[in-house]
C-alpha cells in the first residue's frame, strides 16, 4: 500500500469538490456526500490549513451522521497525522480498530503514523543534542576566552 499520508489531492479535485460544497451551503443544504468529499480534499492537501479545515468538517460529519463513522474516523486519522498531531491520529485509528480489529487498511496506517512518530523523534532528539552541544561549546569558548585575560 502507497503511504497514504503522502497522497496529495489534485488542484482540479479540490476545486471541484469546494465549487460543490460552496454552492450547497450557499443554497443551505449541504449534503453529508458533498461535505465529505470536500473534507476528503481538503486533509489530502499540502497546506496544513486545509487539512486542519478538512478535519472540523469530518468532525462534524463524526458528530452528526452515524452512518459515515467508519470513513470518518479514518480520515481524522490521515488529517491528524499529515499535520504531525500523531497522538490524535492514533487515538482515531483505536477507535476505528475498535470497530473492526482487522482492517487491514488500518492497521497499515497505524504503523506508517507510528514510523513517523519513532522518526521525527529520533530526528527531535538530534537536533536538541546538536543544541545541547552548540550550547556546551559557547560555553566552554567564553570560559577559555575569559581565563585567558586573566
Request: charged share 25%.
Amino acid at each position: 500500500m502507497e503511504d497514504v499520508l503522502d497522497e496529495v489531492v489534485s488542484s482540479e479535485d479540490l476545486q471541484k469538490f469546494e465549487q460543490i460544497f460552496h454552492e450547497q451551503l450557499h443554497k443551505g443544504n449541504v449534503t453529508h456526500k458533498a461535505q465529505f468529499e470536500y473534507a476528503w480534499c481538503l486533509v489530502r492537501s499540502k497546506y496544513p490549513t486545509d487539512i486542519r479545515k478538512g478535519i472540523l468538517l469530518l468532525k462534524e460529519l463524526f458528530n452528526s451522521h452515524p452512518d459515515g463513522k467508519r470513513d470518518y474516523l479514518f480520515y481524522l486519522a490521515i488529517g491528524n497525522a499529515r499535520i504531525k498531531e500523531y497522538d490524535k491520529a492514533l487515538h482515531y485509528v483505536k477507535a476505528f480498530l475498535e470497530i473492526e480489529p482487522a482492517n487491514q487498511q488500518v492497521l497499515t496506517l497505524e504503523r506508517q503514523i507510528n514510523k513517523r512518530m519513532e522518526k521525527e523523534g529520533l530526528l527531535g532528539m538530534a537536533v536538541a543534542g546538536g543544541a545541547v552541544l552548540a550550547i556546551g561549546g559557547l560555553v566552554g569558548l567564553g570560559i577559555a576566552l575569559a581565563s585567558s585575560k586573566k
